[in-house]
């Protein structure tokens, strides 16, 4: 068990797809362990094993809210996941562990079907809308090698480009 430090945006980890991996290994197990313990110093409500320099298709997620009944649980982790399904489209302002202090305007799912493994390898399947939805799908782009930013338009996507000029300059300052 261990806090990890948190990879960079920068770091070509973050822009490879991550490998999948077996569920019930004590490799997986220690990542999980390592994942909670990050994700716990952090302000953010999941964390992908890319995030902590490890190339494997998990995450992990603590929503910090009650579930809904019927709704998919607020707290979990999945094993290689999969969105099976995505539906509507809802405009949202969203940030990143890996951009500390950036928030970009882009469009997530309503709804999305996930399945994937716990640590026993059982399949789970989960169907979710709002926070959850979101969350599933930042999290797979992780798994994935997609960024926050690759998920603007042309036109939001150049002024996110010089908001991420202005605030790297501000990071760079900072230290």
């Not at 110093?41 to 809904?68: C, H, N, W």
Request: proline share 8%.
């Amino acid at each position: 068990m261990a806090i990890r430090p948190l990879v960079s945006h920068l770091d070509p980890l973050l822009r490879m797809p991550s490998q999948t991996v077996d569920p019930v290994s004590p490799e997986v197990r220690a990542a999980v362990r390592d994942l909670w313990d990050t994700l716990a110093t952090q302000k953010g409500v999941a964390m992908a094993a890319p995030q902590i320099g490890l190339s494997m298709r998990l995450f992990v997620f603590d929503l910090k809210r009650p579930r809904e009944k019927g709704g998919p649980p607020t707290r979990g982790l999945l094993v290689n996941p999969k969105v099976e399904s995505r539906s509507g489209a809802i405009p949202v302002i969203e940030g990143c562990l890996s951009f500390p202090g950036l928030d970009l305007a882009i469009r997530r799912p309503e709804r999305v079907v996930v399945s994937g493994y716990d640590l026993d390898g059982n399949k789970v399947v989960l169907e979710g809308g709002g926070l959850f939805a979101r969350m599933v799908e930042h999290e797979t782009d992780h798994l994935d090698g997609r960024l926050l930013p690759d998920r603007q338009g042309a036109l939001s996507s150049l002024l996110s480009y010089l908001r991420r000029r202005r605030w790297e300059k501000g990071r760079r300052e900072r230290r």
